[in-house]
């Protein structure tokens, strides 16, 4: 099956520093996600980015599908961000793959 | 409106106890997952829905995994004489294409 790579494992950044988190994959897909999944446990939607790029506020994505990898960039980080960051593949109509996370730290 | 919702959000349960998950999916959504995630983990497949219909239920770990979705609607997972590994988060989600929406997750403890 398809495999996801996530890097770096764990990041730990002072507040106001920038980040970029990759996510590397073993095929081509045709739905990408990157999630938050708070100190809580939630999920929560970041990205739907098969391909392309897209920005939200301080939180930006650009996937390439042709070079099988995703990036993930958060600017002027804050304590809120810490958490567990995950992307997710899906080829055709197969199951959701999650890589195994970044877990980040922001630090006052 | 409303995400999607799961009860109960803690259980735990004596090994060899059956548990019974179930998942309130976002109104509308005909597509509807389990996953389960273990400690430090990221989620992992179990099922999959459209309306009544489970389509794929190739991540179930055993025979003692059931899911049902009768009215295409609400979920429910049930695990029968539950063991110490099925410890984990159990996760719903939906979606009305392709991208997903999670609930909060079920929190398994078997002791």
């Known amino acids: 099956g398809i495999q996801v790579e996530q890097s770096p494992p764990d990041l730990i950044l002072q507040e106001g520093a920038n980040s970029t988190l990759r996510c590397n994959f073993s095929?081509?897909?045709?739905?990408l996600q990157w999630f938050h999944q708070n100190p809580w446990g939630q999920l929560i939607n970041l990205f739907y980015?098969?391909?392309g790029t897209k920005q939200n506020g301080r939180l930006s994505a650009t996937t390439v599908a042709t070079e099988r990898y995703s990036l993930l960039y958060i600017s002027s980080s804050q304590t809120t961000d810490s958490g567990v960051y995950f992307c997710?593949?899906?080829?055709?109509?197969?199951?959701?793959?999650f890589g195994k996370g970044t877990r980040l730290s922001v630090i006052a | 409106g409303a995400g999607v919702s799961q009860s109960p959000r803690y259980k735990v349960a004596k090994r060899g106890q059956d548990v019974a998950l179930r998942c309130d999916p976002i109104?509308?959504?005909?597509?509807l997952f389990w996953y389960q995630q273990a400690l430090g983990q990221g989620p992992e497949f179990l099922t999959y829905?459209?309306?009544?219909?489970?389509?794929?239920k190739s991540g179930l770990p055993s025979d003692r995994f059931f899911a049902e979705r009768p009215e295409g609607s609400v979920s429910t997972l049930k695990i029968q004489r539950t063991q110490q590994e099925d410890s984990a988060v159990y996760l719903c989600?939906?979606?009305?294409?392709?991208?997903?929406?999670f609930g909060p997750g079920t929190r398994l403890t078997v002791t």
């Open positions: 989600a939906s979606s009305f294409s392709y991208e997903q929406y």
């Open positions: 095929d081509s897909v045709n739905n």
């Open positions: 980015i098969p391909s």
């Open positions: 997710a593949v899906r080829k055709g109509n197969t199951p959701l793959v």
């Open positions: 109104s509308g959504h005909v597509s």
């Open positions: 829905f459209q309306n009544e219909a489970q389509l794929d």
